[in-house]
């Protein structure tokens, strides 16, 4: 085997070996697309929903902000609010 063909080899398989990794990345960036996209829709919008009905429960009861906070976590989960009160 002449030097020129192992420099054609060793160029071939350098693209072989960059087109695998590059195949591999596309692969996890579409993996952790699909994970930002569940948290995102989910829990996010879920949190600033529960952050809102804190405010608004501070403001019309005039409750403590970490009593408000209880109370709204207590009624998410399905617990009777007020039940410690």
């Given at each position: 085997m002449t030097i020129r063909h192992r420099i054609t080899l060793l160029v071939v398989l350098?693209?072989?070996a960059l087109s695998a990794i590059g195949g591999y990345a596309v692969y996890q960036t579409r993996g952790s697309?699909?994970?930002v996209r569940?948290?995102?829709e989910?829990?996010?919008p879920?949190?600033?929903a529960s952050a809102d009905l804190v405010s608004q429960v501070?403001?019309?009861y005039g409750l403590p902000q970490t009593?408000?906070?209880s109370e709204v976590d207590a009624l998410l989960k399905g617990r009777q609010v007020g039940a410690g009160a």
């Open positions: 350098m693209f072989v697309a699909a994970e569940k948290v995102t989910g829990v996010v879920s949190a600033l501070v403001t019309k009593q408000a906070q």
